[in-house]
C-alpha cells in the first residue's frame, strides 16, 4: 500500500505560480512512477506530468511544457509539481499518482489506468 497526499493548492492570479507536493508513505520503495493529473468540473482527468522514480526521467502534455517542471526528492518521499505563468485553463482539481506494478511505456505513463495509487487531490484555481 502507498498513501499519497497532495498539499499546495490554492487561488492565484493568471501568471502566477504554485507549487504543488505529493508526500509518499507506506511501500514507496514500491515507486515505479509517479503522476499529476487534473480535473476541471465537467470534464475528464487529464495527465499533466509524471516522474519515473529510478531514472528521474520526466514527461508532460504539450500544453504545460516550458511552464510545469515535475521533481522528486527521494529522501523525503515526495514529487513536486512546480508550475508557473499559470492560465486560468489550470483551473482544476490536481491529483498525484503512484504506479507500483513496475515498467511501463512512457505512453501508457500518460494514462490514470496506468496508476495504482491515488491522492485525494488539491483544487488549483487560477483567476484572470
Known amino acids: 500500500q502507498v498513501h499519497l497526499v497532495e498539499s499546495g493548492g490554492g487561488l492565484v492570479q493568471a501568471g502566477e505560480s504554485l507549487r504543488l507536493s505529493c508526500a509518499a508513505s507506506g511501500r514507496t520503495s514500491s515507486n515505479y512512477a509517479v503522476g499529476w493529473f487534473r480535473q476541471a468540473p465537467g470534464d475528464e482527468r487529464e495527465f499533466v506530468a509524471t516522474?519515473?522514480?529510478?531514472?528521474?526521467?520526466?514527461y508532460y502534455i504539450d500544453p504545460v511544457k516550458g511552464r510545469f517542471t515535475i521533481s522528486r526528492d527521494s529522501a523525503k518521499n515526495t514529487v513536486y509539481l512546480q508550475m508557473s505563468s499559470l492560465k486560468p485553463t489550470g483551473t482544476a482539481v490536481y491529483y498525484c499518482?503512484?504506479?507500483?506494478?513496475?515498467?511501463?511505456?512512457?505512453?501508457?505513463?500518460?494514462?490514470?489506468?496506468?496508476?495504482?495509487?491515488w491522492g485525494q487531490g488539491t483544487q488549483v484555481t487560477v483567476s484572470s
Open positions: 499518482a503512484a504506479r507500483t506494478r513496475g515498467m511501463a511505456s512512457d505512453t501508457w505513463l500518460k494514462s490514470s489506468s496506468a496508476y495504482d495509487y
Open positions: 516522474i519515473k522514480w529510478s531514472s528521474g526521467n520526466t
